[in-house]
């Protein structure tokens, strides 16, 4: 099993900054997804980026793939409250049935 | 339902009880999944099964876990001897078909297991 970093680990922001968290790995992924999981509830998938150096566009939140699909970015802009959740990373094992996920990043956009 | 349900959606029992978690998955959807997910972790897979039949149980920690599906559709997850490292978010997931790239899960809200 290939192994999803993610950092930070925690970030608590006030409403109306920009941030950006990373998902990492020394393994090449033919696609990575994001997902968003608020308290009480189950992960909801955000976006699948395949192709290297692809960057994709979900309303205020920018994904990017990295050029050599080692590692991926999400960059909020104007976090808002609505936006508290914990961010997971994940990606397809090879025979695209089960989804491994990193330990995501717990964020807290404080009004 | 529209969603993936799961029931109950919190469970407190005693170390050594016996559990049972349901899952209802989306209607139509052959492929169905269960993750357990610890407190600040990101969810672990457990078990895939593609119509009734287990594809993929690997990632059932022990003996003590087991799940069915008899009729391609609602699946139950059951833990034995339950004991206080089980306690855990228990995630069940759906999709059209496994192994389809493209193809989305859809994760239901969980079931809190505390065993205590």
């Known amino acids: 099993t290939q192994l999803l970093e993610q950092s930070p680990q925690f970030l608590s922001i006030q409403e109306g900054e920009n941030l950006t968290v990373y998902c990492n790995s020394s393994?090449?992924?033919?696609?990575l997804q994001w997902y968003r999981q608020e308290p009480g509830e189950g992960p909801v998938l955000l976006v699948t980026?395949?192709?290297?150096?692809e960057v994709k566009k979900l309303k205020r939140l920018t994904f990017q793939f990295g050029d050599a699909r080692k590692d991926s970015s999400l960059h909020i802009t104007a976090a808002q409250p609505g936006d508290t959740g914990l961010y997971l990373c994940?990606?397809?094992?090879?025979?695209?049935?089960?989804?491994?996920f990193g330990a995501g990043t717990r964020l807290f956009v404080k009004a | 339902g529209a969603g993936v349900s799961q029931t109950p959606s919190n469970k407190v029992t005693e170390k050594g009880k016996y559990v049972e978690l349901r899952c209802d998955p989306i209607s139509g959807h052959t492929a169905l999944y269960w993750y357990r997910q610890s407190l600040g972790q990101g969810p672990e897979f457990l078990i895939y099964?593609?119509?009734?039949?287990?594809?993929?149980d690997s990632g059932l920690p022990n003996d003590r876990f087991f799940a069915v599906r008899p009729e391609g559709s609602v699946s139950t997850l059951k833990i034995q001897r339950t004991e206080r490292g089980d306690s855990a978010m228990y995630l069940c997931?759906?999709?059209?078909?496994?192994?389809?790239?493209?193809?989305?899960?859809?994760f239901g809200q969980g079931t809190r297991l505390t065993v205590v």
């Open positions: 997931a759906s999709s059209l078909r496994g192994g389809v790239p493209g193809t989305e899960a859809f």
């Open positions: 393994s090449v992924f033919s696609s």
């Open positions: 099964f593609q119509g009734t039949g287990a594809a993929d």
């Open positions: 980026v395949v192709t290297g150096g």
């Open positions: 994940a990606y397809r094992n090879t025979g695209g049935f089960k989804t491994i």
